[in-house]
C-alpha cells in the first residue's frame, strides 16, 4: 500500500501548526526555539512532497538549503541563548523584553 | 619679459602660504624674512620690468595669458595679466612702499600675538594690490579688488577679541560691500556693451556703444571706486579702520587699497572721458570729499583717525585731477601721497610704539626732544601734505589745481584751494598737539623707534623731500613723460608760464595761512573749543549720524525682527511644531511595541496568513 502525497502534505501542514502553536504559546526559548525546528522541517517536508508530486528536483534542492540554514540558525541561536541566560538567569521570553517601548 | 610678469604677483603669494601654513612654527625672524623678502622680490622684478618698459614704445604692454578662465558662449575670460607703464608704476608704488612697511612691522608686531598670521596677510594684501593693478582685464582686476577688500577685513580686525577692532572690520567689508555690489552691475552692463571685459578692446570699441548706457556702466564702476578709495558718500569705512595696527593703516593708505578706485578710474579713463559728463562728475566728487574730509580733519583728536580724513581728502584732490582731464597729475598725487601718508602713518605708529598705544593728540606732546627722527618724519610728512615747496605733496598738488583751473573747473579749483589751507591747518595742529610742548604727561618716557623701525621712515623721508622733484617741471617732468603717452588723447598738458606760477603762489599761500593760522591757534598745544561749528565738523557733518538713522538703524531693526519674529516663532514655531506632533505619533505608536517575542510573532503570522490569503483568494 502506498501512502498518497496529499497525506504527506497534510502531515507537514499538521507539524507546521503545531510549531506555530508552541512558538505563540511556549515562555522558554529552548521550547521556542525547538518549534520554530519544527516549522523548518514541516516545510522540508513539504517541499519534499511537492518535489515528488511535481517530478522536479528543485524542491529537493531548496530543502538542502533549509537544512544548511537551519543548522547555522541554531548554532547562532543556541549561543545567543547561553548569553541571554549568563546576563539574566533566565529563558523566558517574556522577562527578556528590552525593547519594549 | 612676459614670464617674469606672474612673478611679481606670485613671490608675495608665496610669502603668504609658507607664513600662512607654517609660519606658527618657524619662529618670528625667519617669517620676518619670508615676508619682507618675497615682496623686495616683487619690487625687483617689478623694476625690472619698468626698465624694459622704458627702452620700449611708450605704449607698449606685456600681456600674459595665464589660461582661459570662463568659457560659457560667447562668454570668454582669460586670465591675462597686462603690464603697462601704468601698472608698471602702481606696482613700484605697492611693492616699494609695502616693502617699507613690511621691514617696519617687524619691530613694530614684534612680540605681538598672531606674528606669522599677520605676515601672511600683509603678503596677501600686497599680492591681491598686484593682482588688481595687473589684471588684462574688468573680472581678473575684481578678484584683485574683493581680495584687498577681505585682506582690509582680516588686518583691520586683526585684534579681533577687541570688540571695536571686530566692527571696524565688519563696517569696512560691509561698506565695501556696497560698492562691490554696484562695481558687479558695471562690470555686467559693460560686458553686455561691449561683448569683452579686455581694457584694450573696450577702448577701442568706445565710441561705438550707446553713450546713455556707457554713463551708467561707468557711473556704476565709479561707484565702486568711491567705495574702494573711501569717497563721499561711502568713506565711511576708512576712519574707522584705524583699530588695525598702524602698518596696516600705512599700507591701507599708502598703497594697497584706497588707492585702487584711483587706479579703477586711470585704467578705463577711455570708458570715462567718452562723456563729458562723466569726468566733471568724478572730479566734483573727489572736491566735495576732499573739502568735507579736510574741514572733519581739523577736529579729530585721535592721531590715526586725523590721517585717515586726510588720507580721504588726498585722494579727493586724485579724483579731481582724474576729472579734471590729467590722469598723470592724478597718478602722481597718489604717488607722493603714498610717501608721505606712509611716512605719517609710520611716525604715527612710532608714537604708539613709544608711548604703548597713547594716540590721543591731547595726552601726547613733548616729543621733539626724546624722538627726534619721528619728529622730523612726522614734520617731514606734514609739510609734504600741506603742499610746501620743494615737498613731494607740492608738485603734485599743484599739478592737479592746475589742471583742474585749465579745465575750467574754477569753483572746483576754489574749492581745491581752500581744501589745501585746511589741510594745512590740521595737520600743523596735529604736530603741535602731538610733538610740542607742553607735555601732557611729563613722567611719560617716551624712546625713540629701534632700527627696523627707523630705517623705513628714513626712506620714507627722502621720499616725502624729495620725490616730487620726478614730476618737477624744471626738470621737464619726467613723470608726465612717462605716464602721458597713455592718455595722450584725453590729457590737457599742464599749462607753462605765468599762469601756472600765478597758481602755485596762491596754493602756496593758502597752504602758508593755513600753518599761520594754526600756529596762531594751537600753539603751546591749546585746543580752543569751537562750539557748534566744531561739534558739526567732528561729528562728520551729521553724515555718520545720518547713516545711523537712514540705513544702519532700519537694517538692525529688520535684522531684530527676522532673528527675534521670523526665526524665533516663525520658522522655530513651524519646525518646534512638526516636530512636537511627530513625538505625538512617537509616543501614541510606541505602545505597539511591547517587547513580547509571542506577540510579535503572532502578529508576524496573522499578516503571514492574511497576505498569502490574498494572493490566493484574490
Given amino acids: 500500500m502506498t501512502v498518497p502525497p496529499a497525506a504527506y502534505v497534510l502531515l507537514s501542514t499538521l507539524l507546521f501548526v503545531l510549531g506555530a502553536l508552541g512558538v505563540l504559546l511556549r515562555r522558554t526559548a529552548l521550547i521556542v526555539f525547538m518549534s520554530i525546528e519544527l516549522m523548518l522541517n514541516s516545510v522540508n517536508l513539504a517541499f519534499l512532497s511537492f518535489a515528488r508530486m511535481h517530478a522536479d528536483l528543485s524542491g529537493q534542492l531548496v530543502a538542502f538549503f533549509v537544512l544548511v540554514v537551519a543548522a547555522v540558525e541554531v548554532v547562532v541561536g543556541l549561543a545567543i541563548l547561553v548569553d541571554i541566560f549568563r546576563t539574566r538567569d533566565t529563558v523566558d521570553v517574556d522577562e527578556v523584553d528590552l525593547l519594549r517601548g | ?618
Fill in chain 2, 1 to 618: 619679459m612676459g614670464l617674469v610678469v606672474p612673478w611679481i604677483i606670485g613671490l608675495p603669494l608665496a610669502g603668504w602660504i609658507l607664513n600662512g601654513l607654517w609660519g606658527g612654527r618657524l619662529g618670528h625672524r625667519p617669517v620676518g624674512w619670508i615676508a619682507c623678502s618675497a615682496v623686495l622680490g616683487a619690487f625687483i622684478l617689478g623694476g625690472w620690468e619698468v626698465l624694459a618698459l622704458l627702452r620700449a614704445p611708450a605704449d607698449a604692454a606685456v600681456v600674459v595669458r595665464l589660461w582661459e578662465w570662463i568659457a560659457s558662449g560667447d562668454f570668454r575670460i582669460e586670465a591675462a595679466l597686462r603690464l603697462d607703464r601704468l601698472s608698471a608704476l602702481m606696482v613700484l608704488v605697492v611693492t616699494g612702499v609695502g616693502f617699507l612697511i613690511h621691514v617696519y612691522s617687524v619691530g613694530y608686531m614684534h612680540g605681538e600675538e598672531g606674528y606669522s598670521r599677520y605676515f601672511a596677510y600683509l603678503n596677501l594684501f600686497v599680492a591681491s594690490m598686484l593682482l588688481l593693478v595687473l589684471a588684462n582685464n574688468l573680472l581678473v582686476l575684481f578678484v584683485g579688488w574683493e581680495l584687498v577688500g577681505l585682506c582690509s577685513y582680516l588686518l583691520i580686525g586683526f585684534w579681533f577679541e577687541r570688540e571695536e577692532a571686530a566692527r571696524a572690520g565688519r563696517k569696512a567689508f560691509v561698506v565695501n560691500r556696497i560698492g562691490d555690489a554696484a562695481f558687479v552691475l558695471g562690470v555686467c552692463l559693460l560686458f553686455v556693451l561691449f561683448g569683452t571685459l579686455n581694457f584694450e578692446e573696450m577702448a577701442r570699441r568706445v565710441r561705438a556703444v550707446p553713450s546713455g548706457q556707457l554713463a551708467m556702466a561707468t557711473l556704476l564702476l565709479f561707484v565702486g571706486a568711491t567705495g574702494k578709495s573711501a569717497q563721499l558718500p561711502l568713506y565711511v569705512w576708512l576712519p574707522d579702520a584705524m583699530e588695525g595696527p598702524t602698518p596696516v593703516s600705512a599700507l591701507i593708505h599708502a598703497a594697497t587699497m584706497v588707492t585702487a578706485g584711483v587706479f579703477l578710474v586711470a585704467r578705463l579713463w577711455p570708458l570715462f572721458a567718452a562723456l563729458d559728463i562723466l569726468p566733471n562728475i568724478v572730479a566734483a566728487v573727489g572736491a566735495i570729499t576732499a573739502l568735507f574730509a579736510a574741514t572733519v580733519a581739523v577736529t579729530q583728536v585721535d592721531l590715526k583717525r586725523i590721517l585717515a580724513y586726510s588720507t580721504i581728502s588726498q585722494i579727493g584732490y586724485m579724483f579731481l585731477g582724474l576729472g579734471a582731464g590729467s590722469a598723470t597729475s592724478g597718478l602722481f598725487h597718489l604717488t607722493t601721497h603714498a610717501f608721505f601718508k606712509a611716512l605719517l602713518f609710520l611716525s604715527a605708529g612710532s608714537v604708539m610704539h613709544a608711548l604703548s598705544g597713547v594716540i590721543d593728540v591731547r595726552r601726547l606732546g613733548g616729543l621733539g626732544r626724546a624722538m627726534p627722527l619721528t619728529t622730523a618724519s612726522f614734520l617731514v610728512g606734514a609739510c609734504a601734505l600741506s603742499g610746501i615747496p620743494p615737498f613731494a605733496g607740492f608738485f603734485s598738488k599743484e599739478h592737479i589745481l592746475e589742471s583742474a583751473y585749465h579745465a575750467g573747473l574754477i569753483h572746483l579749483w576754489l574749492v581745491g584751494v581752500v581744501t589745501a589751507g585746511l589741510t594745512a591747518l590740521y595737520i600743523t595742529r596735529a604736530a603741535i598737539l602731538a610733538f610740542g610742548d607742553p607735555p601732557a604727561d611729563p613722567h611719560a618716557h617716551p624712546h625713540e623707534a629701534p632700527p627696523v623701525m627707523a630705517w623705513p621712515m628714513i626712506v620714507l623721508l627722502i621720499l616725502s623731500a624729495a620725490g616730487g622733484f620726478l614730476g618737477a617741471q624744471a626738470l621737464g617732468d619726467p613723470f608726465h613723460q612717462y605716464l602721458a603717452p597713455l592718455f595722450e588723447k584725453k590729457t590737457v598738458p599742464p599749462a607753462r608760464g605765468l599762469d601756472g606760477l600765478v597758481l602755485g603762489a596762491v596754493s602756496v599761500a593758502a597752504a602758508a595761512a593755513g600753518i599761520v593760522v594754526a600756529w596762531a591757534v594751537y600753539r603751546g598745544r591749546r585746543d580752543p573749543d569751537l562750539g557748534a561749528v566744531g561739534v558739526f565738523l567732528r561729528r562728520q557733518w551729521y553724515i555718520e549720524d545720518l547713516y545711523r538713522a537712514v540705513v544702519v538703524a532700519p537694517a538692525e531693526a529688520v535684522a531684530r525682527f527676522c532673528a527675534g519674529v521670523v526665526d524665533l516663532r516663525w520658522i522655530d514655531g513651524v519646525l518646534n511644531g512638526l516636530a512636537a506632533w511627530i513625538a505625538r505619533i512617537g509616543t501614541g505608536v510606541r505602545r505597539w511595541q511591547s517587547g513580547y517575542v509571542r506577540q510579535y510573532a503572532a502578529v508576524f503570522l496573522v499578516g503571514t496568513v492574511l497576505a498569502v490569503s490574498y494572493w490566493l483568494f484574490r
